[in-house]
């Protein structure tokens, strides 16, 4: 069956998904790109499970992955301390967590983060995997990233995910 086909098949799969904000500095009220997940989310018709906001602290994202996948969840989307500072956690605390790499996520949205914003995308390490039963997304915190991974990459698949999960 082609790609395509998979894809039709699948489009009836909704999604149990968590958002978690990787952030120092944004709340309930600033997050906007945490609004435009959900709201995405929602629109397509797929289950918002939980939505947190968790300083860029690997103990405590990890804690707030550890409680999202509790939850029976399908995906896990973590937006935000994707960078290289020494402050962002986010690569490294998922790195430990994911059991199976999804590269082509990462390469994907660096490929088309490099023809909106040029070589400054190789400083993204926006990745993806997969934890048990669980997929993880992690995107960059700009709002033009967030938009660029769930626009083009994410919510394209996410029923075609959900069915190759349940396999």
Known sequence: MSAPQHELNAASQKARISVITCSDTRTINSDTNGAFIVDTLKTAGHELVSYVITADDSGLLAKAVLNAKKENVDLI???????????????????????????????????????????????????????????????????????????????????????????
């Open 77 to 167: 989307l973590v937006n935000g301390g994707t960078g290289i500072s020494k402050r962002d956690n986010t690569f490294d605390t998922l790195t430990r967590m994911i059991e199976s790499p999804l590269p082509g996520y990462g390469e994907l949205f660096r490929n088309l983060s490099f023809q909106e914003i040029g070589s400054a995308a190789m400083l993204s390490r926006a990745q993806a995997g997969r934890m048990g039963d669980t997929m993880i997304f992690s995107m960059p915190g700009s709002t033009s990233a967030v938009h660029l991974a769930m626009t083009s990459l994410i919510m394209p698949q996410v029923s075609h995910l959900v069915q190759e999960m349940k396999k």
